[in-house]
């Protein structure tokens, strides 16, 4: 027990919070459902968003494929005068996504995004369309606990992907505040990424960290590195025909500055912290899932950008 709680500490404390996934011995249903929501995936205020810290995978699919809408709302404000306006930003993306098993303790996530964004300006409306940038991540599995070995169960993942730059980045030369109304970085990106669940029975707790290393693209424009973590409580009800899987808990973002040119760029760093809130309803093969996430405290650009909320619905089905 020493040994699990020690684990329970290092974690905690290299993540600070963290996020969801896994579930272990769930009576007749431990084997098919697994991992509460990968990392999330965004660039500086959701622009080219893969999973807009809404999660990376299903909690009642092992190895399933998908697709999930997901929609961002913002409120950005130039701050030249006390009295500047602000104005509304919208983020929608439609996403194909799929989660598949390599070898036992090796499984692989991959997100197809499709953005459509539109935002007020002081020129009139901008829209933007168009696929986002496809993002790989692998998970290994480094511990799990023998099933009905002990009353608590654990698990530990490390993994690493890569964010890969088929969205398309264009420069704005209107004086945006926000840099991050984009379909994609134009950069490759770096991903890093470790998680831990503790569990009993059907309540369990998953803590999870990510950090993503983000490089320079063709127009010299580089985002800053980004640290996602969370921590999300999860209870398995089972009803004869179906499993309801509720959650609460806490995600955070934390954002480094942009440079241009390799010269840092002021007021392009922030951090976020979001209180969660979601289900998954399942049936056979089928899974409908909904989250919904609304900012606790946030310091955005400066404080010129400012995130309203975050929701998610998705439909996945079992491979």
Sequence with gaps: MKKYSLLVVLFWSVFTYAAEKDSLGINPYQNYFRSLEYFEECDACGCSASGGSLGFSSMLNTNFVGIRYFNQRYKSNDGLFSDSPWYEENFNTIQVWGRIPIVKKVQVSVLVPY??????????????????????????????????????????????????????????????????????????????????????????????????VKTENEKHYRFGNQFNYSSIVFYFLNSEKYVFVPQLGVAGEVYRNNYQYKQLLRNTAGDILFGKAGIEIGRDKFSFGANVMVPINQNLTGGRVEAQYRWSVNLNYTL
């Excluded at 935002?119 to 933007?128: F, L, P, S, W």
């Excluded at 970085?185 to 831990?196: L, N, Q, R």
């Design 115 to 212: 953005h459509f964004h539109n935002r007020e300006t002081v020129t009139g409306k901008q829209d933007i369309s168009g696929l986002g940038d496809l993002t790989v991540l692998g998970m290994y599995t480094v511990y799990e606990t023998v099933k009905d070995s002990a009353i608590f169960s654990h698990s530990v993942q490390l993994g690493a992907g890569v964010k890969a730059p088929t969205g398309k980045y264009r420069e704005f030369t209107n004086g945006s505040v926000n840099p991050s109304f984009q379909v994609g970085t134009g950069s490759w990106d770096y991903i890093f990424a470790a998680e831990y669940v503790l569990k009993k029975g059907a309540l369990g707790l998953n803590t999870m960290g990510s950090y993503t």
